[in-house]
Every structure is written in C-alpha cells, then in structure tokens.
C-alpha cells in the first residue's frame, strides 16, 4: 500500500492538538501544543496534514486521537518563508502508518506549495546524522548535503547535517 491512498490538506489551528500528538510518538523533546497553535496561525508558515477516511482504515477506533472532520490525520510536514528561502521545520508521520509514502507526499506538497511562490530560490532543512530514513526521504526527493553543525541536537549530541533544495532557476 502506497500513498495514492492518502490526501493532504492545508492544516488550521484546529489541528494543533493532533500534531501535538503526532510530534510526540516521533520526537524525543518537542513543542507544546500551544507552539503548534501560534505556527498554525502565523502568515509565514504553512502545515500540511496527511489523511485518509475512517472507514477506508482497519480499527479506526484505535485512532480517535487522531480523528477530526470526520479524517484520520496520519503526518503532517511545516515550512516557513523567508523572503528567497524557506525552511523544512518538521515532519512526522503516526508509527502504524509510516513507510507507506506519507512523509514523500507530505514533502512532495510541501515543495510544490513552496515552487508556486516564484520569489522563493531554496528550500533548506536540518536533521540528525543518525536519522537515516529522513535523510534518505529527502535525498529521495532531490535535496543535497550542504554543511554540518556539530552536536547541534542538545537531547543526543547528534550532529545536524543541513541539505538543500534548488528551486525556481
Ligand atoms: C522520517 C519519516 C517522516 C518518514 O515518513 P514515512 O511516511 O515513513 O516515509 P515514506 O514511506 O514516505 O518513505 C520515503 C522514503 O524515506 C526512506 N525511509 C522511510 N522510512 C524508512 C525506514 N524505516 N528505513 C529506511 N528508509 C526509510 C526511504 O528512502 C523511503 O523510500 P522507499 O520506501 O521508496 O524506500 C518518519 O519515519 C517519521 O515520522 N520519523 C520520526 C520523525 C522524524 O524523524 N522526522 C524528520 C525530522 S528531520
């Protein structure tokens, strides 16, 4: 089962509280959902959600957390703008639903979104050394190692690598 099966939406403060969830089965250390609040209402920023039917998914019932609108939110991926860059802030996708293409279409939204703003040149993000599946999603989908900070993550002392993604030229 790939992603052809899930949709994406642009995501409003109503969703503050599901991606509160989603963010804390994927990160160590994260945000408040009053920090998801304030991004969702922000002009500079954009969140999509990931999200299929209740009845097209086995034991929608175990997913109630996740459940609004009559959908069940499976990820979500932001970005913020910046004059000629802007930047990958998050993106995570629920456990049961991952490596099912939700992250790729998630980025994949994210970039043509951010390709429809003729004035934006790069897309640039940072993510741990040691998170080999976000890096391999975003080599995937064509963004390039560029720099290194070290130690950067103060949770783990894991070292950022910082890609890129060339867009608009
Ligand atoms: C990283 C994350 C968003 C990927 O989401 P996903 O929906 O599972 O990813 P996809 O199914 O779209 O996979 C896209 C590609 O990512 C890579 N990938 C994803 N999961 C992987 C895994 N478990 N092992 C190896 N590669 C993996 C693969 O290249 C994959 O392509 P393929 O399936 O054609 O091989 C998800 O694992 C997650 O939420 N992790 C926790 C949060 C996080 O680390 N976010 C990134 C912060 S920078």
Same mark, same amino acid.
């Not at 990931?50 to 086995?58: E, F």
């Not at 976000?134 to 190692?145: R, T």
């Given at each position: 089962?790939?992603?052809?099966?899930?949709?994406?939406?642009?995501?409003?403060?109503?969703? !503050? +509280? /599901?991606?509160?969830?989603?963010?804390? &089965?994927? #990160?160590?250390?994260?945000?408040?959902?009053?920090?998801?609040?304030? *991004?969702?209402?922000?002009?500079?920023?954009?969140?999509?959600?990931?999200?299929?039917?209740?009845?097209?998914?086995?034991?929608f019932h175990e997913h109630k957390k996740v459940l609004l609108n009559n959908k069940i939110i499976v990820g979500y991926a932001g970005v913020w703008f910046h004059k000629e860059f !802007? +930047? /990958?802030?998050?993106?995570?996708?629920? &456990?049961? #639903?991952?490596?099912?293409?939700?992250?790729?279409?998630?980025?994949? *939204?994210?970039?043509?979104?951010?390709?429809?703003?003729?004035?934006?040149?790069?897309?640039?993000?940072?993510?741990?050394?040691?998170?080999?599946?976000?890096?391999?999603?975003?080599?995937?989908?064509?963004?390039?190692?560029?720099?290194?900070?070290?130690?950067?993550?103060?949770?783990?002392?894991?070292?950022?690598?910082?890609?890129?993604?060339?867009?608009?030229?």
């Open positions: 089962m790939k992603s052809v099966e899930f949709k994406t939406q642009i995501a409003n403060f109503q969703y !503050s +509280e /599901i991606l509160k969830f989603i963010e804390s &089965q994927s #990160f160590p250390v994260g945000w408040k959902e009053t920090n998801f609040l304030k *991004e969702l209402r922000k002009k500079n920023s954009i969140y999509f959600i990931a999200y299929d039917i209740p009845d097209k998914i086995r034991n !802007s +930047e /990958i802030v998050s993106v995570a996708v629920l &456990q049961n #639903f991952r490596r099912l293409g939700v992250g790729n279409l998630l980025i994949n *939204e994210l970039i043509d979104y951010v390709n429809s703003n003729k004035k934006v040149k790069m897309i640039n993000l940072e993510v741990g050394k040691k998170n080999f599946k976000a890096i391999s999603l975003y080599k995937q989908l064509g963004f390039k190692e560029n720099g290194y900070r070290r130690k950067y993550y103060l949770h783990d002392g894991d070292d950022a690598i910082l890609m890129s993604l060339k867009i608009n030229y």
